[in-house]
């Protein structure tokens, strides 16, 4: 299969989504707050049916493109001089 294929996926049943949201999180940095991996936590039972693989598989897709779309945002700074000049002006 190459990078640029379709793929259908059926219906994904519902415990099997909850299931990989539990599992499997974006991970961030302590320090600065930037997202710093996808973590996946130990599977209690690592034989998946097909309806969970498919979750799973759905849930690291979606994760990746949410980091992607973080990354992608502009990083907005706060100055603090326009802070108190802010902070000054009655609205």
Do not use: C
């Not at 973590?39 to 693989?53: I, K, M, Q, T, W």
């Amino acid at each position: 299969m190459n990078a640029g294929a379709t793929v259908t996926v059926p219906a994904v049943d519902p415990f099997d989504i909850e299931f990989a949201e539990e599992v499997i999180h974006l991970s961030h940095d302590v320090e600065t707050g930037d997202t710093a991996s996808i973590y996946v936590e130990e599977f209690n039972d690592p034989h998946l049916n097909r309806g969970s693989a498919r979750a799973v598989g759905l849930r690291l897709l979606a994760l990746a493109d949410e980091w992607d779309r973080i990354e992608a945002r502009p990083k907005l700074r706060r100055l603090p001089d326009v802070d108190e000049e802010l902070r000054e002006r009655d609205v």
